[in-house]
């Protein structure tokens, strides 16, 4: 074998799951290495569709995903979705190619570890045929055990030196982070005297569920999530839904009125705060690393949130705390959207058209959300079965990843209906992708809330010249079926009738919805966030 085998088939036994990229020369033999080795691997239209499907599928998954780039302009298309991984902690590989050190004038050479550094992603590098089976555990081993995403340099003159396959050493796995005595005490003596305590449970509290809902029950506490880690707790009748900009218009009067709010593995953004609002009592956050909270909190403990919530749970008394029948009454009534209906002549409602959706997609689903002004119809109004039922590559809020999130979300979870929301301006600036769906046949709903306009612009700068930010109306639908989609241009409930056969079987193909919609003036959580 040469090093580019080698690594291939490092990676394959290392154990990760699916491989996505655009092979070039650079990276021609590499990616076929993975395959050969047993790793399933998706040709993308774009780098940047191929790390965020990347991105996407590891968070649903569980599993370590990797993408495949040709050197310099490869890796600088990927950038974008690579910053998305990289922000969110998300453990991905990137097999990157680079220019030998000595061609010092390839068309091709950039500064590739100063590229990725820049993002937020660590940069690791295939040194020699020598060290080429160290050098790749070591990248797996810092996207597992430390949540990161890595870039692996593959220099071309380094690819293509005669390698031994080496044995893979065994990869220890660190210990959940124990939480100190005195921060367990000192955050059950808090839990203990609250009377309205609520849990914002993030990312990094996914694996924590079954832990969190116990002391919950026993403190009488609220439960709730930031934007990512939504459906956590979807079944349990004292949870309130997502915390921050979507939050409902119960959920965020209930947490304002929270005199304890505990952030498990939660960074306590603006987002889900709503630029700190929502908190007004006591603050304490769980996390395993230090200076992660966005806001001033009262108590931060150090540890794993699972761990954490289980050693509280043994020094705290059964209580009722929030869970009165009050709130319970409350909660039951709903979450208090407006009833207003905002269509007009030829164009829908946006939360009648998510409404109208929710009740005839199955439950078994998994959505992914694009970013714009529509954003919130989607994430808030169509009801997911669990925290892997709702994928949101938004930690960089970048426009145009919402199609292949879905990709990369359908493809980790393939018994479930894929569905992905996006915006008109964000779907085009990805439609190279519409393209994948197709030819790997997924049974996907792709819903397109078309405003006409980059939304979130028209109304963050209201009443300048937004020529520069508003379009023509595009046939979308028009252009799915030419990819080979089936499709529908819906302005009124009715037209949703294709869906309803198309869901009926057999979804041979995706089906896209151009869903001509009404404007809301700015929807609720954008009229926040500018404020």
């Not at 691997?41 to 990347?54: D, I, K, P, Q």
């Not at 929710?358 to 169509?382: C, E, I, K, Q, T």
């Amino acid at each position: 074998m040469n090093v580019a085998e080698v690594v291939g088939h490092a990676l394959a036994e290392l154990g990760v799951a699916q491989a996505f990229g655009v092979v070039g020369s650079g990276n021609f033999v590499v990616t076929n290495a993975l395959r050969d080795a047993g790793v399933p691997f998706v040709a993308t239209r774009h780098e940047a569709g191929a790390a965020t499907m990347a991105d996407a599928y590891s968070r649903m998954s569980g599993r370590v995903a990797v993408v495949s780039v040709h050197q310099g302009c490869g890796l600088t298309n990927a950038l974008t979705g690579i910053a998305e991984a990289a922000k969110s902690r998300t453990p991905m590989i990137v097999l990157a190619a680079d220019t030998p050190a000595s061609a010092t004038l390839a068309n091709f050479r950039i500064d590739q570890d100063a590229a990725v550094t820049a993002l937020g992603a660590v940069s690791e590098r295939v040194h020699s045929a020598s060290t080429a089976v160290e050098d790749t555990v070591r990248a797996y081993r810092t996207a597992v055990n430390e949540r990161r995403t890595v870039v692996l340099n593959l220099p071309l003159d380094v690819q293509a030196a005669p390698a031994a396959v080496s044995p893979i050493p065994p990869l220890t796995v660190p210990l959940s982070a124990q939480p100190a005595p005195d921060a367990v005490s000192e955050l059950a003596a808090l839990i203990s005297s609250a009377q309205r305590p609520v849990f914002i449970a993030g990312r990094g509290a996914r694996g924590a569920a079954t832990e969190l809902a116990a002391l919950a029950s026993l403190s009488g506490a609220l439960l709730a999530t930031s934007a990512v880690a939504h459906g956590l707790f979807h079944d349990d009748p004292w949870a309130l839904g997502i915390s921050g900009g979507f939050s409902s218009p119960l959920a965020a009067s209930l947490i304002a009125e929270a005199d304890l709010v505990v952030a498990w593995g939660c960074a306590l953004t603006k987002w889900t705060t709503r630029k700190g609002r929502l908190l007004t009592g006591r603050i304490a956050q769980v996390d395993i690393e230090p200076g992660t909270a966005h806001q001033p909190v009262d108590l931060a403990v150090l540890g794993d949130a699972a761990v954490t919530a289980t050693a509280v749970t043994d020094l705290v008394s059964a209580r009722t705390g929030y869970r009165t029948e009050e709130v319970l009454t409350r909660i039951a009534a709903g979450p208090g959207w407006p009833v207003e209906d905002l269509s007009a002549e030829s164009l829908i409602d946006p939360r009648l058209l998510s409404s109208e959706l929710d009740s005839l997609f199955p439950a078994s689903r998994v959505l992914a959300v694009d970013s714009g002004n529509f954003m919130g119809y989607p994430s808030a109004l169509l009801s997911i079965p669990d925290e892997f039922g709702f994928c949101f590559t938004q930690a960089f809020q970048s426009i145009g990843l919402g199609l292949p999130t879905a990709i990369g979300a359908a493809l980790a979870q393939p018994d479930r209906l894929p569905v992905a929301a996006v915006g008109d301006g964000g779907f085009l600036m990805s439609i190279a992708e519409l393209e994948t769906v197709v030819r790997l046949k997924l049974p996907m709903v792709i819903v397109v809330y078309n405003d006409r306009a980059y939304g979130a612009e028209v109304h963050h700068f209201g009443q300048s010249d937004l020529s520069t930010v508003t379009f023509p109306d595009t046939d979308i639908a028009a252009i799915a079926r030419g990819f080979g989609c089936a499709a529908a241009t819906v302005r009124a409930p009715s037209d949703l009738a294709p869906l309803r056969d198309w869901l009926a079987g057999p979804r041979d193909r995706p089906f896209l919805i151009d869903a001509k919609i009404a404007s809301d003036g700015g929807s609720w959580w954008l009229a926040d966030a500018f404020a």
